[in-house]
């Protein structure tokens, strides 16, 4: 099973989701679960526009890189123009900066599948900080184990909403 995390802070936000599915739906396979839509805070960057998130499980059998490209095709077509960028610190260290957008779409999770490439990495590596996309994942999969653990996503959500 496939799990993305969607995310939108412009326009008609409701929309911005609804067509993101459909269009996920059309090129990658079919939705058999998805979150509420969740009104969340930016994340990582400040914005007078606050997000839509949710979560969908997709059946596919189309490879983790055509999955990336899809996504950021769909992305794409529905008037994405920037994706986050790093910039790496005078210490070595990255910060991410990110932006508004029309629609974010995240691969969290692939099967039982621990990739690591310059393009791709899953499971999401940031996933157990974002309550955005934790939240909404628990809903459709809390006990689904994080490939590479033995920690569910409700575990993980439980255990960041602790930190909070």
């Not at 079919?30 to 969908?56: K, Y």
């Not at 990495?121 to 459709?140: D, Y």
């Amino acid at each position: 099973m496939l799990y993305l995390a969607l995310g939108t802070n412009m326009g008609d936000k409701v929309r911005n989701l609804e067509k993101a599915i459909k269009e996920i739906e059309r090129q990658i396979g079919t939705v058999v679960s998805r979150s509420a839509f969740v009104s969340t805070e930016p994340w990582g960057f400040q914005s007078d526009n606050g997000f839509l998130n949710a979560c969908i499980g997709v059946d596919t059998d189309i490879s983790p890189e055509l999955v990336l490209q899809r996504c950021q095709m769909i992305e794409k077509k529905m008037g994405r123009k920037t994706k986050s960028t790093k910039e790496i610190l005078p210490d070595g260290t990255v910060r991410h900066i990110y932006h508004d957008r029309v629609i974010d779409i995240d691969i969290i999770i692939y099967d039982d599948l621990i990739i690591h490439t310059p393009t791709l990495t899953i499971p999401h590596p940031l996933m157990g900080k974002r309550k955005f996309v934790l939240e909404p994942l628990a809903q459709i999969a809390a006990e689904l184990k994080i490939p590479g653990t033995q920690i569910s996503v409700a575990e993980m959500l439980r255990a960041l909403e602790a930190e909070a």
